[in-house]
């Protein structure tokens, strides 16, 4: 895009090319050149051309080029375009102004590949997360040259070290790669039968982490039903009602100068990311209140859970780039008068936009689609309908030869969509395994072994059943290609796979106290870890249903599938049964056409026929699970004669029965963690799982909503409403 910044009139402009070699623009309300190529001049002429992957050129007479398009980027690249140093990319002001914006693509110092937001009033990278180092974000600093490209099958490969392929890597799509307006950075393929681009890659999944969305004094979150949101913090209001970059401003003009007339607002699961006036390490939550109260531009604070049971205390003077998420380990309290109200008329900062247990999961659509409205649908189902009959005998010719000539695409596939692992050898698996001696775990997709490799590594080596059919096979594939796209510290991290003829296996991290279901008759299972346990879980969960690009179902929610690290962490594993979702409802790569998963733990929907499967019966699965941790009994195969029926249906007969005492806890309590718990909060962790086994899926929370509750059972927080939502 030449010009960008200062555009022709558009009317009598034009674009030349002199007889120098130059191209030349020319506004007709100016009469000296306002843009050109900048060839030194030459007596020879040049010639223009355009090829096939968008590239204009100039070309001498000995065929040398001289000048490209793909030199100057703007805010896209195009396949076998380079990305280097001298060429950033930058994103356009808005949809209809194309002016440079605020957010660039760019290779920094380091040789590191990252998204900057330079904003009219402050700046900052925010990709990768700069709280980490590069080397922890799996980019490399070692690097000769500054350079990445992506191919024409969707491959990407910088010289960082950041590899990805698109989702539609197996297809001949067109592709382009932008920095949006919006400050992400996308990989897109047309549709050409809808006419419409699809977002097939993105490099931040939580879209609220990118810097400058929703201005000072205000956060960002992600809501299942409105997608993106930016909300004014309690007692602020917007300055500018048809641009939230502008940010808010406060409802009062008291400064706070730690007088004795401030207090602060508790809200779990946000933070404002940077500007700190203050921090200290290993200090309790009261020591942290009076550093904010000391500082008289402090305007909250941050307090985080660091590890080994010590916290930090992050004083901010500003409060930007705020946003939510179910996976952070800190709350933030917000420093506010004594003498305004905690939640005024209007304030909906926490309650009212996430909080409702009992409406709906809808799904947002994130495919960016710059839609054009069909036209002639009937003449394009006439021509289809005529040509598909005269075509069909040269397709089944073309398709049988294919099938004779090459690997199958399925194949292809797998290769593709593995690349980001390391690839193990049958034989390497095989003597790290001791010949598959030491079993550690059986299901439905196969055998788990415990491997030890040459240097040390213990792993988890899973021997997938011998694929009978095509769809045996695709599972696999689903499964490796969801795995290569999670990263959550609640979800089993894989390390590699293997994939020699009949033999498929997968490798996993190791964790050291096995399975759920093999600890759940333990003493060592104590009330405070097997609380921790249903926290973690939920936070898996709730990264698969709504964080990450592609929400993803498990549909095989179970004590098997929770695996326990050596500090008792939960991870949610065995992803075999995995189903991706787009966020526009509809699950792709799969056909619901039988029940899946395990009896006692399957949602009531599975039973209808063309009941639409949604990320509730993950939900369901957890309640059951939860009561399964907290009674000790089994929802399929306990023999007891009360409870021959289901699991939840016996605990929510014994509290209906005590006639609103506590009394009931006492009798469905597992006898491993009787008397050394603490009843509120078991009364509520039962009371949120039996609301996720509700019949009625639409009655069941999301797991976001089960995180925030339990969170806050966790921090004891005082301004939380737990009957709200049970």
């Not at 180092?133 to 024409?152: C, I, K, P, Q, V």
């Not at 797998?414 to 690839?423: D, E, G, H, L, P």
């Not at 003829?501 to 279901?517: D, F, I, Q, T, W």
């Amino acid at each position: 895009m030449a010009n960008r910044d200062v555009p022709v009139n558009g009317k009598r402009s034009k674009l030349s090319l002199l007889k120098t070699g130059n191209l030349v623009l020319r506004d007709a309300a100016q009469p000296l050149p306002i843009w050109t190529t900048n060839i030194i001049d030459s007596k020879e002429p040049a010639q223009l051309f355009m090829n096939d992957t968008g590239n204009l050129y100039l070309q001498n007479q000995e065929n040398q080029v001289i000048w490209q398009s793909f030199g100057s980027p703007t805010d896209t690249l195009l396949p076998l375009q380079q990305l280097t140093k001298d060429t950033p990319l930058v994103s356009s002001r808005s949809l209809t102004n194309y002016s440079s914006g605020f957010y660039k693509l760019y290779f920094d110092n380091d040789n590191v590949i990252r998204l900057v937001y330079n904003g009219p009033r402050v700046s900052g990278v925010y990709w990768p997360d700069p709280r980490i180092t590069a080397w922890a974000s799996g980019r490399s600093t070692f690097a000769s040259r500054r350079t990445a490209n992506m191919d024409l099958s969707g491959h990407f490969i910088s010289s960082d070290s950041l590899i990805f392929n698109t989702s539609d890597s197996e297809n001949h799509a067109v592709r382009r790669l932008t920095v949006d307006v919006d400050g992400n950075f996308r990989a897109y393929g047309l549709d050409e039968t809808r006419g419409i681009w699809k977002v097939t890659w993105q490099a931040i999944a939580d879209t609220c982490r990118v810097h400058g969305i929703c201005g000072e004094n205000s956060t960002c979150s992600i809501s299942p039903n409105h997608g993106r949101k930016c909300s004014c913090i309690p007692n602020h209001t917007m300055i500018n009602l048809t641009d939230w970059s502008y940010g808010c401003r406060p409802k009062f003009n008291k400064t706070l100068c730690g007088n004795g007339e401030d207090d602060f607002l508790h809200f779990p699961h946000f933070d404002f990311f940077g500007y700190e006036a203050k921090f200290v390490p290993n200090v309790t939550l009261d020591e942290c209140k009076k550093v904010c109260l000391g500082i008289c531009n402090c305007k909250g604070f941050y307090y985080n859970y660091e590890t080994n049971g010590i916290f930090s205390c992050y004083a901010k003077f500003r409060l930007l780039n705020g946003f939510r998420t179910v996976s952070s380990n800190g709350s933030m309290y917000l420093k506010v008068p004594k003498s305004i109200p905690l939640f005024p008329n209007g304030d909906n900062f926490v309650r009212g936009d996430s909080l409702i247990c009992s409406e709906k999961l809808s799904t947002v659509r994130i495919d960016r689609a710059y839609e054009k409205n069909p036209k002639n649908e009937s003449l394009k189902s006439l021509m289809i309908f005529t040509y598909v009959f005269g075509a069909l005998e040269t397709i089944c010719v073309i398709y049988f030869f294919c099938r004779t000539r090459s690997p199958s695409r399925t194949k292809q596939g797998y290769i593709k969509s593995a690349t980001v692992f390391q690839r193990f050898s049958y034989a390497e698996l095989k003597k790290a395994t001791n010949n598959y001696s030491k079993e550690i775990g059986r299901g439905g997709g196969g055998i788990v072994y415990k491997g030890e490799f040459s240097n040390n590594r213990v792993a988890a080596v899973k021997l997938l059943k011998e694929f009978s059919n095509k769809q045996g096979e695709a599972e696999l594939l689903a499964e490796i290609s969801t795995l290569g796209r999670l990263n959550h510290m609640n979800l089993i991290d894989i390390w590699g796979y293997c994939a020699e003829r009949k033999h498929k296996l997968l490798v996993y991290e190791y964790m050291e106290n096995g399975s759920l279901a093999q600890n759940l008759r333990s003493s060592k299972l104590d009330w405070g870890k097997r609380f921790d346990i249903a926290v973690g879980t939920a936070k898996g969960l709730a990264y698969l249903h709504e964080e990450c690009l592609e929400w993803v179902l498990h549909c095989d929610v179970k004590p098997h599938n929770i695996l326990l690290d050596s500090n008792w962490n939960p991870k949610v594993a065995d992803f075999g049964l995995s189903k991706l979702q787009d966020r526009d409802g509809s699950t792709r790569n799969s056909e619901f056409t039988r029940a899946r998963g395990t009896r006692g733990y399957m949602a009531p929907e599975w039973l209808f026929v063309n009941h639409p499967i949604t990320s509730k019966v993950d939900v369901y699965s957890y309640g059951v699970v939860v009561l399964e941790m907290i009674t000790g009994r089994s929802p399929a195969g306990d023999q007891s004669v009360e409870s021959k029926g289901r699991l939840h249906s016996w605990v929510k007969e014994k509290m209906m029965a005590a006639g609103g005492t506590n009394d009931w806890i006492k009798e469905v309590v597992d006898d491993n963690v009787a008397g050394n718990y603490d009843t509120s909060k078991m009364e509520i962790l039962i009371k949120v799982a039996l609301r996720c086994c509700e019949e009625d899926k639409d009655a069941r929370p999301t797991m976001s909503q089960v995180v925030d509750i339990l969170v806050h059972v966790e921090d004891h927080s005082d301004y939380y409403d737990y009957e709200h939502c049970i």
